[in-house]
């Protein structure tokens, strides 16, 4: 599993992309999407390409923090763990700036998605760091 978290630079979107299920701030229920995580040092983010509003699985994870990290590639484990939504500017740009860089590195010539730009990421993609049980 370790392996699996450690992630780098280089990493592929397949080696990041992994599932999660957070429990519905109204409903209750589960809730399962498929996400990229990020890692910066020794932490793991989920982040996203920005948008106008705010994702249902960050207002979960807003409302209740714990939820389920399922990896699926490589190494198939499903690993209990606690959000915390990040939403200080400052330290929403210091963070965010490692992984627009990533993901423009990353972004082939003839991608569907357009280059990142940091100030468009900080004002509307969603970010939250990831603490394992």
Do not use: C
């Amino acid at each position: 599993m370790r392996q699996a978290l450690a992630i780098t630079d280089s990493s592929t979107l397949e080696e990041r992309t992994i599932d999660i299920t957070t429990t519905g701030r109204r409903t209750g229920r589960p809730h399962r999407i498929e996400i990229v995580f990020y890692r910066m040092g020794e932490d793991i983010y989920l982040s996203g390409i920005p948008a106008s509003t705010t994702r249902d699985w960050l207002s979960n994870l807003a409302a209740r923090p714990g939820f389920t990290f399922h990896l699926k590639h490589g190494v198939i484990a499903d690993l209990s763990a606690t959000a915390t939504v990040i939403e200080d500017p400052v330290e929403r740009r210091e963070i965010l700036a490692t992984f627009v860089r990533q993901f423009n590195e990353r972004r082939e010539p003839d991608s569907p998605w357009p280059e990142a730009v940091l100030d468009e990421w900080v004002q509307g993609s969603p970010l939250a760091r990831i603490t394992f049980s």
